[in-house]
């Protein structure tokens, strides 16, 4: 049986309905579903069930799983699958909400994972959605004048930006050695496989741009977040039990909502896929 595939916005998210990804997929459907991916940059996979060993075989239809920088919320028994939870706190004892603020994963990297999964595995009853904007769009939106200053700019990505009002949980010394100190990245990156041009940012990482100076630089990213969060670039993502989304960082932000009941447990499997070197 072939998978129905839905929009869910004019620009982003599709729905996947009738495939199982705990079982054998044929491999027109997995090509149906890369293509699908790339087309929708968030796929929404309904109602599967699967254990972390099976997850990762799962993504595995899309790409290899890509190692992520702090193994604090490794899986015991399934290291390459990490865990999203609330139920972490700051060694300073303040509860740790991964994700929130704007952001997309682990560009401080050389290659940045070019997709990140998330299984549900238990939701509140309420809140705790995701939200993604489409850097496609909002980069095709931007004024001439500001795609003409973007072009050719590099942005200097590392693991915890200074001017960040977000802070991350710290890196073990251990992790710290894998990880590298600042990398980078263009800030209009050509997706590599549709050849769409995309904004790159990421708010928590990003230091500085390239041979600008921060008087210059951080009034720019400041405006081009602005932009590029605006409503009509987002699709906010509503978790329903059995959900396995999959986003591509190579062209979304993403957000995670911190706005529900906080004696519930939410708690997600992670993987991330790996990208390529963005240019
Ligand atoms: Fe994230």
């Not at 972390?52 to 193994?71: E, I, K, M, R, S």
């Not at 939701?123 to 004048?145: C, E, I, K």
């Not at 549709?194 to 210059?216: F, Q, T, V, W």
Request: aromatic content about 8%; overall charge negative; some cysteine.
């Amino acid at each position: 049986m072939n998978p129905t595939i839905t929009p869910l916005t004019g620009h982003t998210g599709a729905e996947v309905r009738a495939i199982d990804l705990s079982q054998p997929v044929e491999a027109a459907t997995r090509e149906a579903l890369n293509h699908a991916f790339v087309q929708h940059s968030v796929l929404v996979f309904r109602d599967q069930s699967l254990s972390p060993a099976q997850l990762l075989n799962a993504v595995q239809l899309f790409g290899d799983a890509f190692p992520q920088h702090n193994t604090r919320f490794a899986i015991p028994d399934c290291p390459q699958i990490h865990y999203i939870s609330n139920q972490d706190s700051f060694p300073d004892g303040r509860r740790y909400i991964p994700g929130e603020g704007w952001h997309t994963d682990h560009s401080n990297d050389a290659r940045p994972p070019k997709a990140t999964v998330l299984h549900a595995v238990r939701l509140p009853d309420r809140g705790g959605d995701t939200q993604f904007a489409n850097m496609h769009s909002a980069y095709d939106a931007l004024p001439d004048a500001t795609k003409q200053r973007l072009d050719g700019r590099l942005a200097i990505h590392v693991y915890q930006s200074s001017h960040s009002t977000r802070k991350l949980m710290g890196l073990s010394e251990e992790n710290r050695a894998r990880v590298p100190n600042a990398v980078l990245h263009p800030l209009v990156r050509t997706h590599p496989e549709s050849g769409r041009k995309a904004i790159y940012l990421n708010p928590i990482r990003i230091e500085g741009i390239l041979g600008m100076d921060h008087k210059e630089a951080l009034p720019l990213l400041d405006e081009l977040l602005e932009h590029a969060i605006e409503p009509r670039f987002q699709y906010r993502h509503v978790w329903r039990e059995g959900d396995l989304v999959m986003w591509d960082d190579r062209c979304l932000l993403h957000k995670a909502n911190g706005d529900y009941d906080m004696s519930q447990v939410r708690y997600l499997y992670r993987i991330m896929l790996q990208g390529d070197i963005p240019a």
